[in-house]
Structure formats: C-alpha cells, structure tokens
C-alpha cells in the first residue's frame, strides 16, 4: 500500500507493506477482550521519527532550583520556562502525587490537547537519573555513573566526558556509541577497544590511531578494513621497531602531528572499499551499524534485535518492535515509542516508560511496574489509569474505548504526541540534529523555539584555540582559569581539571573546538538513517545501503568485502 505524508510541508510518498501491517494487528491492544486496531501510520518514516525525536532535550543542561526542596540543580529544563522541575530524589520520593494532577477525559476536544495540558502540569525530573550516581551532576540520562562529565544517554560510566551512547565505559572522552571501552579518545561506534584513538567502526581494536572499520587490530595507525594485524601503517605492515620510531615521529601528542596524521588516513581510507552494510553477525537484516540483527530491516545503530523495523539506537535488544528509538532491553511489542524499555512490553506511542511497564499507551515517564495506563505522565507503580485518574478495571476499559474512537476521528489514534506539546524548544532536542530546521520554520510549524542565551563564563581570559601551544605537555595548568575560543564557532569554552588530567594521561593534545562542534563531528562520520538500492562495485549485485548512489566511496556488498579483508 503507497500513502502520502500528511505533513502538509512533507507529503512524501511512502510504502506500507504487507507485514507492517501485519505487525500493526499483532501490537493493537486487547482491552476488554476488544482489539483497538492500529490503523496503518499517516506519516512517513522520517516524519515519525522527527516526531519521537523532538521529545528529547539530551545535551542542553540549565542551573536552576529544585522547586520541592529548592537546593540547586542541573536541568534539561531551563529556569524561565513554564515547568515544575525536581531534582532526581525528590521527583523519585514520595512528597508528592502524581495522580493529584489527574483529569478528567473530554471527549469534545482532542486528546493530544488535554494530554498536553496534564504534561505541562506535572512536575518534571531535572535530569534523568536513579539515587545512584556519584560526583556526576552535568549529565543526562544515566545509571551508574562515578565522575563524570557532560555525558549523555548510557549507562555505567566512569571519569568520561563529553559523548553520547555508551555501555560499561571508563577513562573515555569525546566519543557517540561506545560500549565496554577504556581509555578510548574521539571514537564513534566502537565495541571492546582500549587505548583507541580517533577510530570509527572497530571491534577488539587497542593501542592504535585513526582506524576505520577494523576488527582485533593492535599497535596500529591509519588503517582500514584490516583483522588481526598487528604493527600496520596506512594497511603496510612494520617491523615492531620501524612501527615505533615511525610512530614517535608523527608527533601525536601535538595538534599538528594529529592534524597531518588525519589527513594522510582520510586518503589511504578513500583507496579501500566501504561494506554496503556495517555490522557483523546479522541475518536477514537491512540498516547499518547494526550487530546481532534477525529478520529486522531498516534498523540503525542497535544491537540484538528481532523481528524490529524501522528502529534506531536500540543498543540492549528487542523483539517485535517498530518504530522505536531507543533503548530495549527484554522489550518486546511496541510502536511508534521512544526511550523505552528495560523489561517492559505493549508499548503504544510511548515516551520514556520503562522498567518492567506493559499494556501502556501515549503516556510519558511512567515507571516501575506499572501497567495498563492511558495518556498518563510520572505515575510509579500504579495501574488503570486515564490522564493521572485512577479507574477500575472496566471503567478504564470502557473509556479507554472511547477515548480511542475519538481519536480515530481526530486521526490521532498510532500517532506519537506532536512537537507542539514538547517541553523543549524544537532547537534544543535532538530532532534538530537529525532534522535541522531554521527558526522561521520551526515557528511557522507551530513549534516552539529556544533562543539560546550563552551565561557568561567565569575565567580570567579568553585565548584563540590557534594560539594553544601545539604539544600537551607545554599545555600549562593555568588554563583551567581560561576559556578557549572555538575555531569554528568562536564560542568560548572551558576545560574541566579531571579532563585536562585524561588529556596529559592519554598524551592528545587539547581539543579547538566547543563540545558541540565535536559532537556535530562525529555525528558527521556516520551515513544517513537511510537506505538506499546501489550495486556491488565489484560484483555488480544490488545492495541496500546507506551510502546514497551519488557518493564517492566505491561501496561493495558483503561477500566482495568478505575476500578484501580476509
Ligand atoms: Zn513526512
Ligand atoms: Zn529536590
Ligand atoms: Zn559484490
């Protein structure tokens, strides 16, 4: 089946296959012995995800106060905006409830209305976090962290900085998905490396620098497709004692030994072909950066996934999901839902809910054993639930009815809560990354948007990043009372002390630029959520890949790329 987008500003022409509406049957819920059946989505892929996307501030961070026990907080939430916000503790504890913000349904309005209304209502957690962080406040949406620092969205972390997606880390800074990793510096999308530096798509990979899609490689430097190679040079092998003086004399620990470095590994990486599909143990599975995938396509950056599509950032698994980003583990049946998991199942149109919740729908934050809500916010332990009211069983099944009926007719019944009731300025969620849009869109949309103010920094002056001096070890500890200014951006930023320690540890010269323009970096190693029909360079069989046709990279398909590198 073809259907239009219909986003007004879109109107994309998009497929509806056979089996997504097959999965579409075996997800609608049950309630009352009476299926509600999900009709298939009116908005196409893209669409949707910018929806679930425009959710979730992940790397703003606001000083304000905790407005229950008024200590001072770091928040996602800034402190002029129209939000209750508590700290983790007391948004956790018991001091206040939920279900006092309840409401009743109104079925003359649409449902998106009022569940804005009660989202705008309810207090807000500052940062997404449990009691059991250590010396870790500048972060957002971590479990188990000690000492660190600007870091988002992971888990059991600790003394890293600056990154985003990651699992077991320690000593790691600046990276986007990592996982099990130690004193590992600018990577993206590595799994069991240590000592790895500016390094993109390894597995097993220690000791080395500027490598690309390598697998249990040591003692390496700008190399690509190679496995278990150890002393290589731009993919030529070394003697161990070439290897060393070769390596002393490129100058690492300067900025200008890495600059020349990257330029030189840029151009042996163009010489050698790119895997139609990045990932390893997959079957019958269609995406990219994906590891232990079956029978799933146009999956993205997720491990362990089965019977899933269209689903990204799904770094702890999943059965029979659909349109889900993030984060799984032991989840299974849900749609059109992001942030969700952690033993959770039938999951509808659902944002952060977790933690053992099932049989949830268009409900935000809602924790712990819960099940059976509807349109709820920040209810714990708690079931039959409307909008914060608690219901018997057969008041809530006979609402729940009707409630969905309405929003049949409003054509709001499979869809994810629109960006108008976000919390966040569009340009402040991670929507903006993987769909930027300028201000006067954003508004003509009827979004909302953050003109963001920069708070002024303490520091006794300001250097140009190109007046750095070029090695580490002449890096004087004075610069903790300076602010650097981005090559870029020509924004001001600090450096924290646990930082410039890791940075003498690891011996990398100091970064020129601002956190933002470094994390905009990495994302931009990484191709598109997308999929597109190519051919093999080499075999000339049709691949699905996420390198588009007009790129330059000679892209080939599994079994080509198999024979190169082994
Ligand atoms: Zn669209
Ligand atoms: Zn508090
Ligand atoms: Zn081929």
């Known amino acids: 089946m073809r259907k239009l987008c219909s986003n007004t500003w879109c109107q994309a022409s998009f497929e509806v296959t056979e089996s997504d509406l097959k999965f579409l049957d075996k997800v609608s819920p049950v309630i009352g012995e009476k299926k509600l059946a999900l ?47 508590y700290c983790p503790e007391c948004w956790w504890g018991d001091n206040w409830d939920p279900l006092s913000f309840g409401r009743a349904y109104d079925q003359n309005r649409p449902f998106f209305e009022q569940f804005g209304e009660l989202y705008a209502a309810i207090p807000k957690m500052s940062t997404f976090r449990f009691k059991d962080d250590i010396n870790s406040d500048y972060t957002h949406d971590g479990y188990r962290l000690k000492n660190c620092y600007f870091i988002f969205d ?190 959770s199942q039938n999951l509808i149109g659902c944002y952060y809910t977790a933690l053992n919740a099932s049989n949830v729908i268009s409900s935000i934050f809602c924790m712990t054993g819960v099940n059976n809500l509807f349109g709820c916010t920040a209810i714990k332990k708690n079931s039959h639930c409307i909008l914060n009211k608690k219901y018997s069983e057969s008041e809530y099944s006979e609402l729940v009815h009707k409630i969905v009926e309405c929003m049949r007719t409003d054509g709001e019944w499979g869809d994810f809560f629109p960006p108008e009731i976000s919390a966040f300025g569009y340009n402040e969620t991670v929507a903006q990354d993987y769909y930027p849009l300028p201000r006067e869109e954003v508004l003509k949309r009827g979004w909302k948007w953050r003109d963001q103010v920069d708070e002024p920094l303490n520091v006794t002056r ?21 602010a650097i200014r981005c090559e870029k951006t020509r924004k001001p930023f600090r450096l924290q002390k646990a930082e410039l320690e890791l940075y003498r540890r690891l011996r990398v010269p100091v970064p020129r630029w601002h956190f933002e323009v470094r994390h905009a970096a990495r994302r931009a190693l990484r191709n598109p959520r997308k999929l597109w029909k190519r051919n093999c360079a080499n075999c000339q069989k049709p691949i699905t890949t996420s390198y588009s046709p007009e790129r330059p990279e000679k892209v080939v398909c599994e079994s080509c790329y198999l024979k190169e590198v082994y």
């Not at 995800?49 to 996602?76: G, V």
């Not at 300001?462 to 300076?482: G, H, K, T, Y």
């Open 39 to 85: 009709p298939p989505p009116r908005l196409c892929y893209d669409c949707r995800q910018q929806r679930r996307l425009a959710q979730r501030n992940e790397r703003n961070l606001y000083k304000r106060s905790c407005d229950l026990c008024k200590r001072p907080i770091i928040s996602i939430y800034t402190p002029d905006g129209p939000h209750a916000v």
């Open 154 to 343: 992971g888990e059991q972390a600790q003394d890293c900085f600056y990154g985003e997606c990651y699992v077991k880390m320690k000593d790691c800074c600046d990276f986007l998905y990592l996982t099990e990793s130690e004193l590992c510096y600018e990577c993206i999308h590595c799994q069991n490396c240590f000592d790895l530096r500016y390094s993109s798509f390894c597995q097993n990979c220690s000791e080395s620098v500027f490598l690309l899609d390598c697998v249990s490689c040591k003692s390496c430097i700008g190399c690509v497709n190679l496995v278990q190679k150890e002393y290589y040079i731009f993919n030529e092998p070394f003697s161990k004692e070439d290897y060393l003086k070769r390596k002393a004399a490129m100058n690492l620990h300067t900025h200008s030994g890495v600059r020349q470095l990257k330029a030189l590994a840029l151009e042996n990486f163009l010489k050698h072909p790119g895997k139609a599909l990045r990932g390893v143990m997959n079957e019958n599975a269609t995406g990219d950066n994906i590891l232990s995938c079956k029978d799933s396509s146009y999956c993205f950056d997720c491990i362990g996934m089965r019977d899933c599509r269209f689903c990204t950032g799904c770094m702890m698994g999943g059965q029979d999901c659909q349109d889900v980003d993030a984060w799984g583990d032991r989840l299974t049946l849900a749609y059109n839902c992001a942030y969700i998991g952690a033993g």
């Open 462 to 482: 300001v250097i140009e990043a190109s007046q750095l001096p070029d090695s580490i070890d002449d890096i004087p500890d004075d610069i903790l009372n300076w």
